[in-house]
């Protein structure tokens, strides 16, 4: 199983809280049966973000969670319609993280870590907040 | 002007690796050298040596994970800051950093 495919990728998402974020992206994890308990993945990810926001600033946050509410590495993304309040910061990127707590294949790690080092990147972001479609924004990522 | 740094983070899947990249661009963007160090899930990468330590003005460590193998840094100048703080404001940290080396050159 890939770490992010087109099910997992949702453009224009309305929502006005990053919890409603989080849960919207934990039901597209979930439907592909990558979670084993959405529910505790919700509370994994919202615990993460209660310890320290994990808005990265440039309008993207990262929550995620490595915990045994999770079966396989996965990448979500949603893009908001509208940028919301994440914390202290305006967020409308958001990249949510799924590890299982005894991650043993380390490519999607390696996955994690490049896409994680590329948003640092202010052209990768710009063309993320481009992108006009799913796959678009795979291609991006796959780059 | 050398800086070195290790990065962390308690699941060790983004921020160790967004704050290392953000203070790469950063020196990078300062005209600074600098060699940033990941202990992240994957293990170590980019691990500062001997070599790497010869000339290097200061250590940036991430507080979020305790780092490991901090005694090689004996000497140096710590500057210690949470990964979030050194992703969202990677330019100032290194302005900081290097006024600060600056001062005591």
């Known amino acids: ?143 | 002007m050398k800086i070195l740094a290790v990065t962390a983070c308690p699941s060790g899947v983004a921020h160790t690796y967004m704050s290392a990249e953000a203070i790469k661009v950063a020196c990078k963007k300062a005209g600074i050298d600098c060699k940033v160090e990941t202990q992240g899930s994957i293990g170590i990468e980019d691990e500062i040596g001997p070599d790497d330590l010869k000339g290097a003005d200061a250590v940036i460590l991430t507080t979020d994970m305790p780092i490991k193998n901090v005694e090689r840094f004996e000497g140096l100048p710590k500057v210690k800051v949470r990964a979030g703080v050194a992703i969202k404001q990677a330019d100032a940290l290194i302005a900081k950093v290097s006024a600060a080396l600056k001062d005591r050159a």
């Open chain 1, 1 to 143: 199983m890939k770490l992010i495919d087109e099910g997992l990728v949702r453009l224009d998402v309305k929502a006005s809280t990053k919890e409603e974020v989080i849960s919207l992206l934990a039901d597209s994890l979930d439907c592909e049966g990558r979670l084993e308990d959405r529910d505790q993945y919700v509370l994994d990810v919202l615990a993460r973000e209660k310890e320290f926001s994990t808005s990265i600033g440039f309008g993207v946050a990262t929550p995620h969670a490595k915990a045994d509410s999770v079966r396989v590495a996965s990448l979500g993304f949603a893009r908001l319609a509208r940028p919301l309040l994440w914390g202290e910061d305006e967020v409308s990127m958001v990249f949510q993280i799924a590890v299982p707590l005894a991650e043993a294949g380390e490519r999607h790690l390696q996955i994690l870590a490049s896409i994680s080092r590329r948003l640092i990147h202010e052209d990768f972001r710009t063309r993320l907040a481009a992108a006009k479609t799913a796959r678009e924004v795979l291609e991006l990522l796959a780059e």
